[in-house]
Structures are given as structure tokens and as C-alpha cells.
């Protein structure tokens, strides 16, 4: 505030009012389109799916699913493992998935499975390789140059396998 002795002052100048222009009238909104419910997709086509994004046969990935958690999205190892593929978080948050999302838990288990397929490929046991890391971890596959002599992972391996051989058929 700027402070002027009265002394100083002449005179005050009569300002011209200007009214303030009037409030802009706010436009009615249109009616929100109906949204279309989405449709749902079980948790069986999002393996389906999955699975032809990545260049997988689908039984392959519908027998590691199946495996894994019986399809159960909610599933939770003790280990810590979450969802359909039961993704460990730290896996997960390296394929930025959300495990407790169904879509981006299988999508993600999926281009996991692709991958290890591929750092596998030059084995002649690329399959059994790639199911022990899914598994076990690739560290446990690559430092025992194959599948480790886990009782839980070779078990898993010959599940897998089992299952895709019957779905198959």
C-alpha cells in the first residue's frame, strides 16, 4: 500500500464504471453416450489370448496356467507367487505387470515363458529349460546347466508337460 500525505493531493478524478461483463453462461453438457458394457473375458481366453500375443501355442500356456493356480486369479503361493501365473512380485514389477491384474499377470507369464523359450533355444532341452526357470529361476537352470535337482521343480516340469501333451491330444 502506497501512503501519500494529504497535503499532496489536488484533486480525485471521477472514474468512468464500466459494468462487469456478465458470467459466461456454462454450457449444458451432452449426454454422456451409453457406455457398452464391456464384455467379460475369462480368465481361459485371456490364457488364449495371451498365448497367440506371444507366439505360443496356446495348450502350452493353458497347461503352465493350469499348473500354476488351476486358472484362479486370486491364487497365492506361500512362497509369495500371485495370479493365474503366479508371477512373484519382483518378476511382475520387472515385466511392468500388475500380478493382481488377470490380463497383465497372464500376459506377462506368458512373454516370461516366450523369453525363456528363447535364452533356451540353442538346448535340445529348450522346453524342460524354460518350464525349470519359470519354475525355479534361470539362475538355478543356468548354474546347474538344466533342469535343477529340485523335487518341486522337476515335478512341475513333467506336470507341465504332462498337461500339454493331454490338452494336445
Known amino acids: 500500500m502506497?501512503?501519500?500525505?494529504?497535503?499532496?493531493?489536488?484533486?480525485?478524478?471521477?472514474?468512468?464504471?464500466?459494468?462487469?461483463?456478465?458470467?459466461?453462461v456454462a454450457a449444458t453438457p451432452e449426454p454422456l453416450a451409453e457406455k457398452k458394457p464391456q464384455p467379460v473375458i475369462s480368465t481361459k481366453e485371456l490364457v488364449e489370448?495371451?498365448?497367440?500375443?506371444?507366439?505360443?501355442?496356446?495348450?502350452?500356456?493353458?497347461?503352465?496356467?493350469?499348473?500354476?493356480?488351476?486358472?484362479?486369479?486370486?491364487?497365492?503361493?506361500?512362497?509369495?507367487?500371485?495370479?493365474?501365473?503366479q508371477l512373484m512380485p519382483a518378476t511382475a514389477a520387472a515385466l511392468s505387470a500388475d500380478p493382481h491384474d488377470p490380463a497383465q499377470n497372464v500376459e506377462a507369464g506368458a512373454r516370461l515363458l516366450r523369453d525363456l523359450l528363447i535364452k533356451y533355444q540353442n538346448y535340445p532341452d529348450q522346453v524342460r529349460r524354460a518350464l525349470a526357470a519359470y519354475n525355479a529361476g534361470s539362475g538355478a537352470v543356468d548354474r546347474f546347466n538344466g533342469v535343477p535337482p529340485y523335487r518341486e521343480t522337476q515335478m512341475y516340469v513333467e506336470k507341465v508337460l504332462q498337461n500339454y501333451y493331454d490338452m494336445s491330444k
Open 49 to 85: 489370448l495371451a498365448a497367440l500375443n506371444n507366439g505360443l501355442p496356446p495348450a502350452f500356456v493353458h497347461s503352465v496356467a493350469k499348473v500354476e493356480s488351476a486358472y484362479k486369479a486370486d491364487a497365492v503361493s506361500p512362497a509369495g507367487a500371485i495370479g493365474v501365473m
Open 2 to 24: 502506497i501512503q501519500v500525505p494529504q497535503s499532496q493531493i489536488a484533486a480525485f478524478e471521477q472514474e468512468e464504471y464500466l459494468p462487469q461483463p456478465p458470467a459466461p
